[in-house]
């Protein structure tokens, strides 16, 4: 084999490399399994805080109004994005009552991204993980706390100009 046919297959096989590492990386961080639109107050006990890279896990027994309990998987972000919004890795534990606000998964599972966390003290943890992208937030309703602001005209029906 010459050295160019050799530097080409080099090349393409480093392109399918990156391709195949940027992919999943991208698809990893879509919100797209949540229903942004919609926000779940529920009041549970929690089961297990699991303080991980790269999401942490939340897990809440919730019972519900026929008095059957049902455990809710709630997605929040990484240790660090946590930490930089004060929280910890000690802030619940098994035990603790807690309300939450979450943006439910869309095929109905008890899956949520998490959102924030009011803890029996007083104290809430806010992930601002279940704010809606831009643009997304029904006419009217403001984004919440610490959400980035839409971009002028989001959330407007008039179609694009050209």
């Given at each position: 084999?010459?050295?160019?046919?050799?530097?080409?297959?080099?090349?393409v096989?480093?392109?399918?490399?990156?391709?195949?590492v940027?992919l999943?990386?991208?698809?990893?961080?879509?919100?797209?399994?949540?229903?942004?639109?919609?926000?779940?107050?529920?009041?549970?006990?929690?089961?297990?805080?699991?303080?991980?890279?790269?999401?942490?896990?939340?897990?809440?027994r919730?019972?519900?109004?026929?008095?059957?309990?049902?455990?809710?998987?709630?997605?929040?972000?990484?240790?660090?994005?946590?930490?930089?919004?004060?929280?910890?890795?000690?802030?619940?534990?098994?035990?603790?009552?807690?309300?939450?606000?979450?943006?439910p998964?869309?095929?109905?599972?008890?899956?949520?991204?998490?959102?924030?966390?009011h803890?029996a003290?007083?104290?809430?943890l806010?992930?601002?993980?279940?704010?809606?992208p831009?643009?997304?937030?029904?006419?009217g309703?403001a984004?919440?706390?610490?959400?980035?602001?839409?971009?002028?005209?989001?959330?407007?029906?008039?179609?694009p100009?050209?």
């Open positions: 084999m010459n050295t160019c046919c050799s530097t080409r297959i080099s090349r096989f480093a392109a399918l490399l990156l391709a195949s940027a999943p990386v991208s698809a990893h961080h879509s919100a797209a399994p949540f229903d942004m639109t919609k926000h779940l107050s529920l009041v549970g006990t929690v089961e297990k805080w699991v303080w991980a890279n790269p999401h942490s896990w939340l897990y809440i919730v019972v519900q109004a026929d008095g059957s309990q049902q455990v809710w998987g709630l997605e929040a972000g990484s240790t660090g994005m946590l930490s930089r919004s004060g929280w910890g890795a000690y802030d619940m534990k098994p035990g603790d009552k807690v309300t939450v606000t979450v943006a998964e869309r095929d109905g599972k008890p899956i949520g991204l998490l959102n924030d966390v803890l003290s007083g104290r809430v806010s992930a601002g993980a279940g704010a809606p831009p643009g997304a937030l029904p006419p309703v984004p919440p706390p610490g959400a980035a602001a839409p971009p002028p005209g989001a959330g407007t029906t008039a179609p100009t050209r």
